[in-house]
């Protein structure tokens, strides 16, 4: 008889097969303590999203495109112009390699840098008008390509559960408690040798 799921790995490797030395938790997966809940969802959620970012990433190269370029991209064609802080906020790009991403759209002659009226240190950065029209054309071409995995996977009212569950995670992540470095918890220390 094969082992039952809560005698695997989360590979699917039986736990016996691993050869660890380590006594077995109650849930049997090797830690010294009872197994966290939440690592029911850990692995398959940044199995996810890297399954995500493959697809998409590759889509937007076929486009000609960076993901950070991309972002920038689509950010910009919903507006009327951008500050650069403005930017780091609403892409996903980090500042370290905005400047970067900005510069090589610039060479590409899809955006324009401008100077702010209200501040006059400041740049405010726009898409030209070949910016525009690749906008126009590659983010409906992007949506449309992501939208089928999408869509064979959840139902919309399952998105739309789904989302408020995201968005919390998201924000417990964000919040002061995770900027904190927080002590290691560990179980005592047991007098046994091993």
């Known amino acids: 008889m094969p082992p039952s799921p809560s005698t695997r790995t989360p590979s699917g490797q039986p736990r016996e097969a691993q050869g660890s030395s380590r006594s077995p938790s109650p849930s049997g997966s090797g830690l010294p303590f009872p197994d966290p ?5 850990l692995r398959p959620l940044v199995e996810a999203y890297q399954a995500f970012l493959q697809v998409s990433d590759r889509h937007i190269a076929s486009l000609g495109l960076t993901r950070g370029q991309f972002d920038v991209i689509v950010t910009l064609g919903r507006t009327e112009g951008l500050r ?23 060479k590409k002659k899809l955006i324009l840098r ?31 390509h992501l939208e089928q995995y999408f869509d064979r996977s959840l139902t919309p009212e399952e998105m739309d ?20 470095e927080l002590p290691l918890r560990l179980p005592a ?4 040798r091993a």
């Open 37 to 41: 809940h939440f690592l029911r969802i």
């Open 84 to 106: 650069c802080t403005d930017i780091a906020q609403e892409t996903l790009v980090t500042k370290g390699t905005l400047t970067g991403v900005l510069t090589r759209l610039e």
């Open 114 to 144: 401008t100077q702010n009226p209200i501040d006059r240190r400041g740049q405010i950065i726009r898409l030209t008008s070949a910016g525009e029209d690749l906008y126009e054309k590659v983010f409906p071409r992007h949506i449309r």
């Open 161 to 180: 559960m789904l989302r408020p569950l995201l968005l919390r995670m998201r924000d417990s992540f964000r919040s002061p408690l995770a900027k904190k």
């Open 189 to 192: 220390k047991s007098n046994v």
